[in-house]
């Protein structure tokens, strides 16, 4: 498989370490410097996945990423060269699958790439085979087409909040920690990720299928436990 990966990164070194490890691995490579030109590249090499810097000239990685999540689902790791927790929330708010906090070593990237990789592919494999159609109330997830109806509107999921949502309404009534969500959807072996990632990602998937997000009626948290979604 050769998967196209748009790295965006405005210092050059951490841009050529990336690409170098990247090609090695026989991924096709492109290079943006700047958000500007990160927004049109996408345009035009429509990367399978993005690895997105947030300090950047033009326009900063949030904004990229709040521009590319307008019309596309492509994963997106976030390279956070600081290690706040205000800075991880914000990009998964916006719509990014993962992030890596700098330094980073080769290994940590080309697991977290692959991880991400292998996951959009599982999910193109499911999508040939799978013809299930999910209704619960005025909720429809069509697991064929990857598509989710809110009183038959189209609602705009990530690939991720998508497939929390498929896992967790497919295995209804049934109660999942964040750990066994981190494994499930994620894909995260222990050492990856920690609980905040499926809140985040909870919280926005409520913003978007529930009438109140407040409080919600489909995704449930289970309190000191974890969450699940409840069938009608
Ligand atoms: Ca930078």
Same mark, same amino acid.
């Given at each position: 498989?050769?998967?196209?990966?748009?790295?965006?990164?405005?210092?050059?070194?951490?841009?050529?370490?990336?690409?170098?490890?990247?090609?090695?691995?026989?991924?096709?490579? &492109?290079?943006?410097?700047?958000?500007? =030109?990160?927004?049109? +590249?996408?345009?035009?090499?429509?990367? %399978?996945? !993005?690895?997105? /810097?947030?300090?950047?000239?033009?326009?900063?990685?949030?904004?990229?990423?709040?521009?590319?999540? *307008?019309?596309?689902?492509?994963?997106? !790791?976030?390279?956070?060269? *600081?290690?706040?927790?205000?800075?991880?929330?914000?990009? =998964?708010? =916006?719509?990014? /699958?993962?992030?890596?906090? +700098?330094?980073?070593?080769?290994?940590?990237?080309?697991?977290?790439?692959?991880?991400?990789? $292998?996951?959009?592919?599982?999910?193109?494999?499911q999508e040939? #085979?799978?013809?299930?159609?999910?209704q619960f109330?005025?909720?429809?997830? /069509?697991?064929?087409?990857?598509?989710?109806?809110?009183?038959?509107? =189209?609602?705009?999921?990530? !690939?991720?909040?998508?497939?929390?949502?498929?896992?967790?309404?497919?295995?209804?009534?049934?109660?999942?920690?964040?750990?066994?969500?981190? &494994?499930? #959807?994620?894909?995260? +072996?222990?050492?990856?990720? /920690?609980?905040?990632?499926? %809140? #985040?990602?909870? $919280?926005?998937?409520?913003?978007?299928?529930?009438?109140?997000?407040?409080?919600?009626?489909?995704?449930?948290?289970?309190?000191?436990?974890?969450?699940?979604?409840? $069938?009608?």
């Amino acid at each position: 498989m050769t998967a196209t990966i748009l790295i965006v990164e405005d210092e050059k070194l951490i841009a050529e370490m990336i690409q170098f490890n990247l090609e090695k691995q026989g991924y096709d490579v &492109h290079v943006a410097y700047d958000g500007i =030109l990160a927004v049109q +590249k996408v345009e035009v090499v429509k990367p %399978d996945l !993005i690895l997105l /810097d947030i300090m950047l000239p033009g326009l900063n990685g949030f904004e990229v990423c709040r521009q590319v999540r *307008k019309n596309h689902s492509t994963p997106i !790791i976030m390279l956070t060269a *600081k290690e706040t927790e205000s800075d991880k929330v914000q990009g =998964l708010n =916006l719509g990014a /699958d993962d992030y890596i906090t +700098k330094p980073f070593s080769p290994q940590e990237l080309l697991a977290r790439v692959n991880a991400q990789l $292998r996951r959009a592919n599982v999910f193109n494999i499911q999508e040939q #085979v799978n013809e299930n159609k999910m209704q619960f109330g005025n909720l429809a997830i /069509d697991t064929q087409k990857y598509e989710v109806y809110k009183d038959q509107k =189209l609602i705009a999921l990530t !690939i991720r909040e998508f497939e929390l949502l498929s896992f967790l309404a497919s295995n209804a009534d049934k109660v999942y920690s964040r750990s066994d969500l981190l &494994h499930e #959807v994620w894909g995260y +072996k222990e050492f990856f990720g /920690d609980d905040r990632t499926v %809140d #985040v990602t909870v $919280r926005r998937l409520r913003e978007k299928i529930e009438e109140m997000p407040s409080a919600p009626q489909y995704i449930i948290t289970k309190r000191g436990v974890g969450y699940y979604f409840r $069938r009608r």
